[in-house]
């Protein structure tokens, strides 16, 4: 089992419909959780960060952490074809020197 | 402004020469990572730094891979005798605090990558 684990996709929704992504993580200690973007060819660019249970709203994302059921997720709201890129969850296990990525999951928003 | 730069941007190699990756990390930041990151795939950690101090190689897959940080801030990533499985692009990240830091202060800002080609 992967330390992250994320849905490849791809996923698909039109313009200004909600995109959710989702993603868990096997280490029940870890303390940090990041959702980066990443345009093809491009590097990760951070998106949101969370370290607590519940909601954390920036604009149109909203990242969601629920650390019983080990999972994150990344809603977009109003979604624009400028969202479409590949979008990375990472996790900080607080405990050694690396965060672990998923595979990301790529989505295309439709105009 | 700065924040973290890598060189060269592309790199294409033939199979069994040595290459080098320098990482630029936002100035003051104490943690620095490399990551490799495959087509498809997420970033595979490779090594991390605390200052000049590399604390973790974990990630190296084979001892033809070598890092190092010698001052504490600009970090070369050296492949000897590349093979094709070395093709990839290698990512490097900066962070402002140690490992095992948090209170929020422990996001990873990533360089553009060097994408390396082994022919």
């Known amino acids: 089992q992967k330390e992250v684990e994320q849905n490849s996709g791809p996923l698909s929704v039109p313009e200004g419909a909600i995109a959710s992504l989702n993603c868990t993580y096997s280490d029940r200690g870890s303390q940090s959780f990041f959702w980066y973007r990443q345009y093809s060819g491009k590097s990760p660019e951070l998106i949101m960060s969370i370290y607590s249970n519940g909601d954390k709203e920036d604009g149109r994302f909203t990242a969601q952490l629920n650390k019983a059921s080990q999972y994150v997720s990344l809603l977009i709201r109003d979604s624009q074809p400028s969202d479409s890129a590949t979008y990375l969850c990472?996790?900080?296990?607080?405990?050694?020197?690396?965060?672990?990525f998923g595979t990301g999951t790529s989505l295309t928003v439709i105009p | 402004g700065a924040g973290v730069s890598q060189s060269p941007r592309y790199k294409v190699a033939k199979r069994g020469q040595d290459v080098a990756l320098r990482c630029d990390p936002i100035?003051?930041?104490?943690?620095l990572f490399w990551y490799q990151q495959a087509l498809g795939q997420g970033p595979e950690f490779l090594t991390y730094f605390q200052n000049e101090a590399q604390l973790d190689k974990s990630g190296l897959p084979s001892d033809r891979f070598f890092a190092e940080r010698p001052e504490g801030s600009v970090s070369t990533l050296k492949i000897q005798r590349t093979q094709q499985e070395d093709s990839a692009v290698y990512l490097c990240a900066s962070s402002l605090v140690a490992t095992g830091t948090s209170g929020g202060r422990d996001t990873q800002y990533f360089g553009p990558g060097t994408r390396l080609t082994v022919l």
């Open positions: 100035s003051g930041h104490v943690s």
């Open positions: 990472a996790v900080n296990p607080g405990t050694g020197n690396q965060f672990y």
